[in-house]
């Protein structure tokens, strides 16, 4: 019943939206969100299928893509767009706190508090890598790609770029006005017989990300990854200040110890 209610409330924000009265925020209450574990990839896809955007387009959220490439042999996208006059790509950040990052930065700092820091790698090279793998895969050259880098209404950037070369970095809340400024301002793609291809083989793909094949992957990233998860207990690394400076420490602290060097 609070499904219905909220998706009810979000409509009636999304009608709003197109009618050019938009409202400051967009506010989804805990209780709706209980048992969904990619809440910000759900908002984004339903935002973008509602959303009233101009022109043909649809929408999936975390589709796994086969890439070339060592350790793992695939990435998982949270949101593409196929629209007529492109391929979108959104990379969801749920976090909170002050973001600092720049464009060519390999890791990111999440800033909850003076004491507690996190790194996470630079969504925009990691989109790039998704973007990367699905023009291979799909055959699309990557100038009619577009990523997408959507945090969270509770964060602050604050030293972050809003845009480069092929990319964009927003809140939730200004995402539709962003991708239908974008859209407006691109031409034509993909004619009737192309997008009906692509959108038969990104379907075949999202049929295929099963949720038992995603926790497979997520397991495979976990080990994967270098500096970011901790190799005893899988917990999250944090930046602490001690005693003797800073440090990365697992998140599971008291019942996990382990700590490892900043990278400079």
Same mark, same amino acid.
């Given at each position: 019943m609070a499904n219905k209610e909220w998706r009810t409330s979000y409509i009636n924000h999304l009608v709003k939206l197109a009618k050019g009265e938009e409202p400051s925020v967009f506010a989804m209450r805990p209780? $709706? =969100? #209980?048992g969904k574990g990619h809440t910000l990839e759900y908002l984004i896809e339903y935002a973008l299928s509602n959303g009233r955007l101009p022109g043909k387009s649809r929408t999936w959220s975390n589709v796994l893509v086969p890439k070339d490439g060592v350790v793992v042999d695939e990435t998982e996208l949270d949101v593409i767009m196929l629209h007529e006059r492109g391929v979108f790509v959104f990379e969801s950040k749920n976090y909170s706190g002050w973001i600092f990052g720049s464009e060519r930065q390999r890791m990111w700092t999440q800033s909850l508090n003076k004491a507690t820091k996190t790194r996470f790698f630079n969504p925009i090279l990691q &989109? #790039? !890598?998704? +973007?990367? =793998? /699905? @023009?291979?895969? /799909? %055959? %699309?050259?990557? #100038?009619? *790609? %577009? @990523? $997408? +880098? %959507? *945090? !969270? &209404?509770?964060?602050?950037l604050k030293k972050v770029p809003t845009k480069g070369d092929g990319y964009r970095i927003c809140h939730r809340d200004d995402l539709l006005s962003l991708v239908r400024s974008d859209v407006l301002e691109r031409e034509v793609a993909f004619n009737g017989l192309q997008y009906s291809t692509l959108e038969e083989r990104i379907a075949k793909l999202a049929k295929a990300s099963t949720v038992e094949a995603r926790e497979f992957h997520a397991q495979d990233v976990q080990v994967a990854t270098n500096g970011i998860t901790c190799p005893r207990c899988g917990g999250k690394l944090v930046e602490r200040n001690g005693k003797y400076g800073t440090f990365l420490g697992c998140a599971n602290y008291p019942r996990c110890r382990f700590t490892r060097n900043v990278e400079n």
């Open positions: 209780h $709706y =969100a #209980e &989109n #790039e !890598s998704h +973007i990367h =793998a /699905l @023009s291979e895969c /799909l %055959v %699309v050259p990557k #100038e009619h *790609f %577009v @990523s $997408y +880098i %959507v *945090f !969270s &209404n509770r964060c602050e």
